[in-house]
């Protein structure tokens, strides 16, 4: 799933179960708004999410500190301009991401 990464949540349905996922700049963005889109899927059901697995973590391909330390140069003021899109090519947006198994009942 991780070839899917997308700004909006992803919600599919498999025998046993849905799954929701969704990736974001920290492991709580990605939790509640992969919650928010199996509770928007449930009540057009109108019925409930039951959790049945989550799984959080960081996805991405470059070190966690490495990458928290890029992010937080790019953002920096007093990062030379010119440095930045070095900066920028080697930091990760949304490198976390939250897989949740659901049903709707």
Same mark, same amino acid.
């Not at 999410?49 to 003021?77: C, F, H, I, Q, W």
């Given at each position: 799933?991780?070839?899917?990464?997308?700004?909006?949540?992803?919600?599919?349905?498999?025998?046993?179960?849905?799954?929701?996922?969704?990736?974001?700049?920290?492991?709580?963005?990605? =939790?509640?708004?992969?919650?928010?889109?199996? $509770?928007?899927?449930?009540?057009?059901? /109108?019925? $409930?999410?039951?959790?049945?697995?989550?799984?959080?973590?960081?996805?991405?391909?470059?070190? =966690?500190?490495?990458?928290?330390?890029?992010?937080?140069?790019?953002?920096?003021?007093?990062?030379?301009?010119?440095?930045?899109?070095?900066?920028?090519?080697?930091? =990760?947006?949304?490198?976390? /991401?939250?897989?949740?198994?659901?049903?709707? =009942?």
């Amino acid at each position: 799933m991780a070839g899917c990464a997308t700004n909006k949540p992803i919600v599919l349905r498999y025998e046993t179960g849905m799954v929701a996922q969704f990736y974001a700049d920290s492991p709580d963005d990605a =939790e509640k708004a992969t919650i928010k889109a199996a $509770e928007a899927h449930c009540a057009k059901l /109108s019925k $409930e999410v039951v959790v049945v697995k989550m799984d959080t973590g960081y996805r991405g391909k470059t070190d =966690e500190t490495v990458n928290k330390a890029l992010n937080a140069a790019s953002s920096n003021p007093f990062t030379p301009p010119v440095i930045k899109p070095f900066i920028n090519a080697f930091s =990760e947006k949304n490198p976390y /991401s939250t897989t949740l198994t659901f049903r709707c =009942e």
